[in-house]
């Protein structure tokens, strides 16, 4: 089993920046990527950015791309999503999610966090 426990959601105008944090521990041998998604009320899941965790290669999803920018910490076994010029639109909870594969879909992983709401006011 894989723990993750996202932090650093909250409230921020327009245009401001936040960064979300996630601490993973447990059996995280069999880890190998490590993503963000995100849902809005009323839709589906959506995928935000992926890396993997040997190798650093990145994956943002074009929506995010230039402003949000996703990185780790191994020493801390710690995953981070810095967004800059946040939009309304980008209002959601975000979750953290661990599996074996670089996916852009929500079955590609295996375990998952709760979840950290950020709002991005107007």
């Known amino acids: 089993q894989v723990q993750l426990v996202e932090s650093g959601g909250g409230l921020v105008q327009a245009g401001g920046s936040l960064t979300l944090s996630c601490a993973a521990s447990?059996?995280?041998?069999?880890?190998?990527?490590m993503g963000w998604f995100r849902q809005a009320p009323g839709k589906e899941r959506e995928f935000v950015a992926a890396l993997t965790w040997a190798a650093d290669i990145t994956y943002h999803a074009d929506s995010v791309k230039g402003r949000f920018a996703i990185s780790k910490d191994n020493a801390k076994n710690t995953l981070y999503l810095q967004m800059n010029s946040l939009k309304p639109e980008d209002t959601g909870v975000y979750y953290c999610a661990a599996g074996r594969i670089l996916a852009v879909t929500t079955g590609g992983y295996d375990f998952w966090g709760q979840g950290t709401q950020v709002t991005v006011s107007s």
């Open positions: 447990g059996r995280l041998l069999s880890t190998r990527v």
